[in-house]
């Protein structure tokens, strides 16, 4: 096994200089440090285990959380997540700092600047879909400070990692349970949380990718609820009055309960076929009387546990994400098997 002392040698530069760069302390020249990564890679150096606990420990590590769409009930297992790992690297004098967001610009950018305030060295992110978001995931970047997004992504941005469904595929599984479970004519109601989030508009692209095959189902209008139970309950009411036609609901995102809440206010509940994510406890009650027809799970401990794996990892080894995409299982549920 390479030794720092062998990488030193190689690269004409003291111990103390690769200590700095495997170690991310303190400024070396850019060149000098591409030069003894080349050169750690090519060796496949691996870092003292024991030591990396020694550095993880000096360094007191802060690591930031912000999650998207507060209120929203599948955060709760999420949470439980992040709380598990953040109690596990407490022992590495590593601390978790947690904001919670609602869909807004400048809720998450305010959070963003308050945790980098606070003096974080990485950041775990389910990010608005904006450029502003963008440009400064890749401003963090630059400064040193990693990003890993999870629940949702942001296109070409500098995050090192992305820990989520593919939410492409995930709408795919959806329409091909809905075209199983239904017959006929169908009509389809599209009911997502918001348009600047790009796990929800992935999912309605995936399953309209598959339901555009089939003559025989039509879907008559999508909506958003910002994932507000009280929100979906109004716009869900007031889109089964405007297409009286539909017989079956996707629920993209949150507001499941209020929108179900809405379908039964309405006496159609054994008409309407609906579909959803998730399994939160209202979820569950509901699946359990027959209302909603199934539903996909999506790992949200793991999400929730993951990111800060890698971001603890990288900063005390230095060590890129072994994938770019972690995805997550994605798990079916119906009546009988809850």
Do not use: W
């Not at 919670?100 to 400048?106: G, I, V």
């Not at 339901?211 to 209008?221: E, F, G, L, P």
């Amino acid at each position: 096994m390479a030794t720092i002392k062998e990488i030193a040698a190689l690269a004409g530069v003291s111990r103390g200089t690769v200590d700095r760069v495997l170690n991310h302390r303190g400024s070396v020249n850019p060149k000098t440090a591409e030069k003894i990564l080349e050169i750690a890679r090519a060796l496949d150096y691996k870092p003292n285990k024991a030591g990396i606990v020694l550095a993880a420990q000096k360094r007191k590590l802060k690591l930031g959380v912000i999650l998207l769409g507060a209120g929203n009930p599948f955060y709760e297992e999420v949470l439980l997540g992040i709380s598990a790992k953040a109690a596990e690297l407490a022992g590495y004098n590593c601390t978790v700092l947690i904001r919670q967001t609602e869909y807004s610009l400048k809720e998450q950018l305010l959070a963003i600047d308050e945790l980098t305030e606070e003096g974080i060295n990485g950041l775990a992110l389910t990010p608005y879909n904006d450029n502003a978001i963008r440009r400064r995931i890749n401003a963090l970047y630059d400064q040193g400070i990693p990003v890993v997004t999870l629940n949702t992504d942001i296109e070409n941005s500098r995050r090192i990692a992305y820990v989520g469904s593919n939410y492409y595929r995930s709408g795919q599984t959806a329409a091909g349970l809905l075209r199983l479970m239904t017959s006929g004519q169908v009509y389809i109601g599209i009911i997502s949380g918001s348009r600047n989030v790009l796990c929800h508009t992935e999912r309605i692209a995936g399953f309209q990718s598959v339901m555009q095959q089939y003559d025989n189902v039509h879907i008559s209008a999508t909506i958003t609820n910002q994932d507000d139970d009280f929100e979906s309950y109004e716009m869900t009411a007031r889109l089964l009055k405007e297409h009286p036609e539909i017989n079956a609901l996707y629920f993209a995102a949150g507001g499941v309960y209020g929108g179900c809440r809405a379908v039964i206010a309405s006496g159609r509940q054994y008409d309407i076929k609906m579909f959803a994510y998730d399994m939160v406890e209202t979820t569950k009650k509901l699946i359990e009387k027959g209302l909603i027809a199934a539903t996909i799970c999506q790992q949200p401990f793991l999400q929730g546990s993951k990111p800060l794996d890698i971001l603890f990892t990288n900063l005390t080894t230095g060590e890129s994400p072994q994938s770019e995409y972690n995805y997550v299982d994605l798990d079916i549920r119906i009546r009988e098997n809850l």
